[in-house]
């Protein structure tokens, strides 16, 4: 099996997750520059056997479009043309952040860790991405 790769995208940095190749575990990898993270992507593709992305679509409790809605819709177009034969994968990304923090306080990161920029964001990757996979499980689409 390949890895599949999960996407919390800001337009300043973006926090990405990596599950491992059995598919079993959603584990934060990285955050990068949102000018980056195409060229971030194609080594890392490189390296690593991936088999989809997934992607945080950010949403309000309406399920309505939010103002970073339209940021993440353009970025899946980049990310489309750039890896036309890579599945993309949307998933709802409400609540991620603030579970993130949650997650790091309950794993005992100090308040200085849950500061550093981008902490939050690749743990909000992994979130998105765990959500996926459970979705998928329970679909039976394994």
Known sequence: MARIIGI??????VGLAVT???QIIASPLETVHSKDIIEYLKEYFK????EAIVLGMPKNLKNKATHATQHVVQFKYK?????PDMPLHLMDERFTSSLAL???IAGGSTKKQR???GAIDKVSAAI???DFMEK???AGLL
């Open 47 to 50: 390296n690593e056997e991936v």
């Open 102 to 104: 949650d997650a790091m």
């Open 79 to 83: 990310l489309a043309k750039a890896f």
């Open 20 to 22: 491992d190749p059995l």
């Open 8 to 13: 919390d995208y800001g337009t300043k940095r």
């Open 136 to 138: 998928r499980a329970n």
């Open 128 to 130: 998105i991405l765990k």
């Open 115 to 117: 500061q550093e920029k």
